[in-house]
Nanobody, 127 residues
C-alpha cells in the first residue's frame, strides 16, 4: 500500500519561505521504466494545478508562476519529496498536495499522470 504523508506548510508573510515535505512508503521507484513525483495545489474555487515535478531521470519542471521561486527535490534513500518555496506571494495561498505516479505521456504537470496523493497541507501567504 502506497502512503504519502505530508508535513510542513503554515502561514507566512509575503516574501517569506516555507518547505513542504512528503514521506513516501510502499511506492516502487523501479516498477516501470519511468516514474514522476510532484506537487500540486488547489486554491478555493479553482482547479488543482501542477506546481513542480521531478522525473525518474532527474528532470524537473515547474509551473510558470513558480519558476525561479520554488525548488523540488527528492531523496530516494530517505524516500522523501520536498518543495522549497521562496519569495512567496499571496497568490501562492492554497492547499498543497504531493503526488506520485508512473507517466505514460510526456506531460507531467497534469493530474491524470498521478495515482497516489498526500493528504494535503495548507499554505497561507499574507500581504
Amino acid at each position: 500500500q502506497v502512503r504519502m504523508v505530508q508535513s510542513g506548510g503554515g502561514s507566512v508573510q509575503a516574501g517569506g519561505s516555507l518547505t513542504l515535505s512528503c514521506e513516501v512508503s510502499g511506492y516502487s521507484y523501479s516498477k516501470y521504466k519511468k516514474y514522476c513525483m510532484g506537487w500540486f495545489r488547489q486554491a478555493p474555487g479553482k482547479e488543482r494545478e501542477g506546481v513542480a515535478v521531478i522525473i525518474s531521470d532527474g528532470t524537473t519542471d515547474y509551473a510558470d508562476s513558480v519558476t525561479g521561486r520554488f525548488i523540488i527535490s527528492e531523496d530516494n534513500a530517505k524516500r522523501t519529496l520536498d518543495l522549497h518555496m521562496n519569495s512567496l506571494k499571496p497568490e501562492d495561498t492554497a492547499m498543497y498536495y504531493c503526488a506520485a505516479g508512473y507517466p505514460t505521456g510526456d506531460r507531467f504537470l497534469v493530474r491524470y499522470e498521478y495515482t497516489y496523493w498526500g493528504q494535503g497541507t495548507q499554505v497561507t501567504v499574507s500581504s
